[in-house]
């Protein structure tokens, strides 16, 4: 029990109070209840300053008792401002700082001596540890992968995961949030690519670490027929959507027309050209009709897709069951002398 005892000559009991200068009542740190008991919250890091007055003469000798197996580079007792005071200062608080700090003054003769007490509470804002958490991390889809984040702090902090980009606001298996340091996902899927944030609180105040999660995958087709404009009714445009990591680059992507056994490759021509969109991942070939003809119809398109991870091979058959609006254009523009 770390302690300050100051011997006087009088032989009655003395009057003592601590004063406490840091941190001070206006903080709200300082607790005092009904039983006298004064419990000082300090804040990891910060210093402590404690002012003992007693209230009976000179103070004729300080004996500093209590706190000599300490660091005596980061705490000092000395003179206070009066001459009937003494000042504790712990420079820099930590964990083992918290606890009991009792002064005891002793007059020559008396039977007891006059104490006084505090009790130091020790506390810290949450706070992500990084060298213990994940970083931005890229897995290959059908992996396992655990997302970790781990907080420290006074009380104890609180830690869940949400996510906060991709596909989905949700952590897929787990819902809106996830409690817990860690998440798990024991097969990766394309979809659980994002962002996902945790959060780690306390009392004390709020830390946030995110961490951006990238899905390496073979490619994922989607093909559909946009609506043409009013001005071109005859313009049809074919999608072949892909979705892959790393991208399928332009020579990596490519439509063909026909049955299995009559297959061939479309190229740009005068009536239909061949478009390639950047997307980031998702990357689009177009085949453009411009305009479309009967014997663009009925036909099975094929698009083939490739990345380091695979192929992937997707059909369409280009039939105007692509909507009511698609379909009237189809009919209208077949009619003799509409385009």
Same mark, same amino acid.
């Given at each position: 029990?770390? @302690?300050? &005892? ?6 009655? +009991?003395?009057? /003592? %109070?601590?004063? !406490? ?104 804002? @949450?706070? &992500? ?6 970083? +931005?991390?890229? /897995? %290959?889809?059908? !992996? ?114 026909? +049955?299995?056994?009559? %297959? ?76």
């Amino acid at each position: 029990m770390p @302690a300050v &005892v100051c011997q006087h000559e009088l032989v009655i +009991t003395p009057d /003592v %109070t601590i004063y !406490d200068e840091k941190p001070s009542n206006d903080t709200g740190r300082i607790k005092i209840f009904p039983n006298k008991t004064v419990i000082v919250e300090a804040i990891m890091g910060e210093s402590v300053i404690w002012r003992r007055v007693s209230f009976d003469g000179l103070v004729t000798e300080t004996i500093n008792d209590g706190l000599m197996s300490r660091d005596m580079s980061r705490w000092k007792i000395g003179q206070g401002k009066q001459t009937n005071s003494v000042r504790l200062e712990i420079l820099v608080v930590d964990e083992t700082y918290a606890g009991y700090y009792t002064c005891d003054c002793q007059y020559t003769g008396s039977v007891e001596p006059a104490r006084a007490e505090r009790i130091l509470s020790v506390v810290s804002k @949450a706070k &992500v540890l990084p060298f213990h958490s994940s970083y +931005t991390t890229t /897995v %290959t889809e059908g !992996d396992r992968m655990t997302l970790r984040c781990q907080a420290a702090g006074i009380p104890q902090p609180v830690v869940y995961w949400s996510r906060t980009g991709g596909s989905s606001s949700l952590i897929r298996n787990y819902g809106i949030s996830k409690p817990g340091e860690t998440i798990d996902f024991l097969s990766v899927l394309p979809e659980d690519a994002g962002e996902y944030m945790c959060t780690a609180e306390n009392r004390l105040g709020v830390d946030y670490w995110p961490v951006r999660v990238a899905v390496r995958h073979k490619p994922k087709i989607k093909i559909y027929v946009t609506a043409p404009i009013p001005q071109s009714p005859c313009n049809i445009h074919l999608y072949c959507e892909v979705l892959a990591n790393p991208a399928s680059e332009a020579t990596e992507i490519t439509w063909s027309v026909g +049955t299995a056994s009559t %297959t061939t490759t479309i190229t740009s021509t005068s009536r239909s050209r061949l478009v390639y969109l950047n997307g980031g991942n998702t990357r689009f070939l177009v085949v453009a009709f411009n305009p479309i003809t009967a014997a663009d119809l009925n036909q099975r398109y094929t698009c083939i897709a490739t990345n380091i991870l695979g192929t992937v091979t997707s059909d369409f058959i280009l039939n105007g069951e692509g909507g009511q609006v698609i379909k009237n254009n189809f009919m209208f523009c077949l009619e003799p002398n509409k385009c």
